[in-house]
């Protein structure tokens, strides 16, 4: 893990993003250790232009650059998995930058298995999450990989120095991340927002920094009703119409952003402990949770519910801190995920100026009956046996007042 | 527990609410056990006319009427303990009805102390969760009261023959609760829906039933800030006025109700595990859920916090199935509030049509430091511990992989 | 669940064991309902004569006997699933009673299915577990069936009662049976002894009462060694030998015995809350117990481990009250299995004089790594990394007292 | 934490025990900073000649040695804590290590802060858990205090190397300590053994290799009975006696030291994830543990003992992973000790041969109640009403079927 004992890697796959630190982290990779260098191009729908990107590694120098599109693996193989835990982070954070990277480094060793590479590159900081859970992955699915770490290694005390180097290298930096060049991650789920101008908790976001929802004020006026289709626990469609992992997320981002969904401004615990403020934009992700909730709702048996409330939490943190590849995050999704089976229905939503209201949900294997939840006469559930239950259920109390309990 | 063994009360305390239920149960009490009712009216801040409520159980045959403020001691008691555990059922549900119950119930044994009572009487069904957290209670503070529970004894078969009984013993019914008797429960914290309208929830509520809150298209234009302050814990003023604990309530109350906030619509597990169709109309405990937890974020510890999540679900399900007053949500309780010590500060909120956003928040006792958490070089952290961390946390993975674990 | 609306059952398939409970509710249930009874013999390992009680069932009244060998079964779907969690109910006990109703009941269905039967019945009291534990099973798996619970319908009101009857119908009481005829469950795993003699918790158990186990005054001088062999967290062979899975347990069981292992003395919470004296014996489950752990220590990554053992007391509950079948207990086996994948291996014990000490493991899944261990240098673990994982692990601590944090 | 930025520190204090790591630690440190240094000795209870010790330290070169009988407070605020919890580590381990490293860091900070010192140093190894409970202590407590730990900084690269370094320094080694110089810790509760000739985790300890407990074939023939008295969950006497925590913790050895009382050898997760095989000897632990848990079965609440039964794992971890000090661990106490009010009575053991019984337990606040436990007819509870309990529990399994649940 990281290149502390100087090996010389003969070729370094790099995860690059087109930005400043991965173009940076480029060029003084090539610099620093002179050997072929593949950089890697992820596709999780984050809406830039790839081949700019492309274009640019290129430009500074890499060997061969590798564009992948991993969106339909990224929605079904690690947000649904998520989505079906109805994961928060902090009773809050849906996660949309966590459940990227473990995918961005799990096929960046798959790209240098293809090209032969010894050695895996990252552009993340040495204080952040994103390092974390690329490394987390790597040493989960191969331990013995090189892994080099710019921003541990490198000379540069501060941005400052990374913007001269850029400069003496020639390292353009395009308008839009260069007035927030590091603040910025989007891909198909959500948009976050993190650096100095949030640095103060107690001030709001200044007026525009946010842009992929709308804000409220610019809402439409009229509520719009969105009804989405799950089978065991995964979402298939939206509006009548079955559609691909990434289709449902592209749909409901639409539909979110449209209405101002899923703004959320945050003070999170980093993986290392120190409290940062983020903002998070995830339209889709926020439909989701509530649709799923909404068809789940009919369908787990209530102790089953209860279970997975009290494991939630537990999972949540794993994801977050990069251990996604860890065997207790799988030991806890087997638990999740037998819950799932029966979990299949449509809910209805109805979004209206950034809010969302579950309106209706029905399920083939709903667990909802009238007959027990009618006040009316019925045959399935005699009152009287309540009584029974009440009795038994407080025998304890009984007996801790015969002890003369002073626990209460 | 209930008086299956034909007990003959001397005297009964009826928890009496002036709707259909519980008046039909005074005058069924009255007419079987023929010995002296005190009517106990608890004021949690439902917004009735508690007059009006009291001079109608004189009419239908109370010996006596008791009128009992709870306000300020449910909110400082019952619902702020809970805040403090930031409490959802469920994952959403902020419990306004559960922990009503508790309260009233301790507050009818303290009136049947004075009175000289030995049995409590409920209106609650044999079906739902009311009589479970009034029998809990009962059961735990005093196990040897006789408790009467008419729904459960009486030879009503159906709501039909409620209210024939009603007629024939000239109970009348207001409008208001005589269109939909049954289905509404309201307090300082929330108005909760139930019942035959709402009972296919696949189907919207319809218009013009829910009336505590604003729906959002009749919500103002423009959005409000509100600015909650807290000691321990514990919401203690509004907007830099210091107000009690129902003054902190009422206050949040109506700027949640004008901007629409707050409502759930929910299918939920019922205590003994039917499913039911709900919605909750929350005002003030959605803006205090997102204030507490704005202020935390910035004082608790990350691994307190991250305990504290894992311990919550548990907390909500006791607090849900009436066991506010045993051991074990005490014991929860004692662990919730050792983390809270700290949590002084204040959140600023801004409310818009229906949705809520933290905006701000901070605290004297504030571990987020921009030291920390800056990109820049600082003297509190050196980048290249995180290798060691690293290397460090991910030898269990080189461990796993030596010995051919397939547990990946 | 249980016949109180007076259906009259056509065919009742009663669990008969031959005991004093059973034989009285045999007569009773013929006597009451006058239909054809199939007594249904179940075969745990029970070590008693099954054709002495299959007679004695003939001699009563039964109109039909089955006996079933449900040994393997037992040891394989019940005991190991079990054994893989290290399953101890309140810290201690190994619920080798709880773990046989549930096949119990699930076998009686089978045979209520193959005979057209409508209706079961069984011989529990009306206080105790093991009603509960039989019927939950037949709610989970056949709610719609007729339930008869003797021991809650019958005129009865004390055992002495229940003697005359007996006497009156010439039931004989055998004569180990009949000193203490409702106080010993024995099956392959355990022998357990509750009642009169034991009701004093203050006091010891009379001598000679417990006879499965040796007493320690009586075990071998010498100590004996025993290897048990593991694949994917189940016993499959004993000292080299590969053996099903009733004949791991008999072997274990006659090795335990002669050296005086699994002796328990404990007060435990009944699932009605009521706390109960039971003396237990369980020789194999106490040398499986040890034996899983040795071999699982050496392959499960360290949080799995940690996460097993946070989920364990839950499991261990679920057992105990009876929910075997219920979704959540399912659930939780899932991740439990999970993690059994790779628990391969032989565990070696030393029993002696009532003890058992684990002297030796190994497993070809070993994570152990004497590389890793030793204090001598190594290659695959720097020391100063520590200084870096030790920083970077404090980071909130330094939060915390710059933040003045109370919280210590 | 530790000394990488070549801080020059003026006045060290060492933990130091007399062997040869503190040994080669102090002279190092003396050579390598030429500052003052206290030589601090903790006494747990280890049982060593600590004036000899003292003597060491000084013909070493310390400044001065401060030898503080620490024994009452690690009884009274280390240890009960810890056995008030029930806790053990990975299911098995007492933790007597674990337990006493926060302790000698707490006082090594007051003697810092006595002395005017500002660094402290310790000479746990860079691989193991004690530099963990150190340091971590350190930074919960004083986290601006320099910590030197030699053995990550110094250039021996073993063992062979340190024992070089101790030859040409004048180093003397002990008879005992010099045979298996770093594999043993002792203190009043346990002595702990590591290394060398264990570390074939298939393999049993050589023969003579243990010390503290008799071998069980060398234990005496007949049983010893021994009474331990608990109030609010600590344990308070022996035998009748009232006893300092010391006395009953020294009490308690000596008997189980004689009877073979508290061996474990197990192979457990380090907190770094590598595997340890390791063996302990915990005499008055085992006795304790016991002990507690059969007064505390007479008193708790059934869901109270549940509740702790799922809290303990985490907690134990937390000790084990050198958080004592940390506020998650005061906060799970918080819970465990409003549990433990009313855990005040007698249990009564019978130790033999290597193994202990519970025989009988009594307490003043006991919930066991032979009136429920009895099957005799009762006064306090009807056995129809289990049929309302289980026809009430059963409702969510006839839910289920109806809705066709696949979960089962």
């Known amino acids: 893990m990281s290149n502390r004992n100087n090996v010389a890697p003969r070729h370094i796959v790099l995860a690059f993003s087109g930005g400043l630190d991965t173009s940076v982290a480029l060029v003084w990779l090539k610099e620093r250790y002179r050997c072929r260098l593949t950089a890697f191009i992820a596709d999780l729908g984050q809406g830039e232009e790839l081949d ?13 650059v590798r564009v992948v599109d991993l ?14 835990a109805d994961a928060l982070y902090e009773g809050q954070y849906l996660m949309g930058s966590s459940i990227g990277r473990p995918l961005i480094a799990a096929a960046q060793l798959r790209i240098a298995e293809e090209v032969g590479a010894d050695a895996v590159a990252h552009g993340a900081t040495g204080k952040g ?14 331990p ?7 921003w541990r290694e490198w000379e540069f005390a501060s941005r400052t120095d990374l913007l001269a180097f850029a400069g003496r ?33 107690a001030l709001p976001a200044p007026a525009g920094l946010l842009f992929r929802v709308n804000d ?16 065991s626990g995964n979402p298939v469609g939206v509006n009548g119409t079955p559609l ?7 749909t409901l981002d639409a539909i979110g952003r449209r209405h101002g969904i899923g703004r959320l401004d945050i003070v999170e615990n980093r993986i290392f402990g120190m409290k940062t403020r983020n903002i998070y934009e995830a339209p889709s992700g926020a439909l989701l949770w509530h649709a799923h909730r909404a068809v789940q709702s009919l369908v787990l048996d209530p102790e089953v519910a209860q279970l997975k409330e009290e494991l939630m939490p537990r999972y949540a943190a794993l994801v977050y801190r990069g251990l996604w590849f860890a065997p207790e995050r799988l030991m806890l999704q087997a638990a999740i995920d037998f819950s799932q089976q029966d979990v299949t229905g449509d809910a209805v939503l109805r979004v209206h100026h950034g809010g969302v209201q579950v309106v209706g949900r029905r399920s083939p294997h ?11 006469a019925d045959d399935v559930f005699d009152q009287r046996d309540s009584s029974g239950w009440l009795r038994v259920s407080t025998v304890r109390f009984r007996a801790g007042r015969r002890a003369g309990a002073v626990d209460r």
């Not at 009229?222 to 989405?228: A, D, K, L, M, R």
């Not at 691909?244 to 592209?250: C, K, N």
């Open 71 to 84: 969106r339909e693996e990224f929605a079904r193989d690690y947000a649904f998995p998520m989505y079906r």
């Open 52 to 64: 700019v990107a492309a274009r640019k590694a290129e430009k500074l120098g890499a060997d061969e």
């Open 216 to 231: 409220v004020a610019d809402t439409p006026a009229e509520p719009e009703t969105v009804e989405i289709h799950f089978q």
């Open 129 to 142: 999450n994103d390092q974390i859970r690329f490394e987390m992955t790597f040493a989960a699915l191969r």
């Open 169 to 201: 290298n020639g390292i353009e930096l395009d308008l839009s991340s260069g007035e927030r060049p590091y603040s910025i991650d989007s891909n198909l789920l959500h948009t976050s927002y993190e650096g100095e101008v949030l640095e103060d908790p």
């Open 144 to 150: 013995d990989i090189t892994v080099i770490s710019p």
């Open 366 to 376: 709903s667990r909802y009956d009238v007959a027990f939840a009618t006040f009316e």
């Open 244 to 250: 691909s992992a990434t289709g449902v997320l592209e």
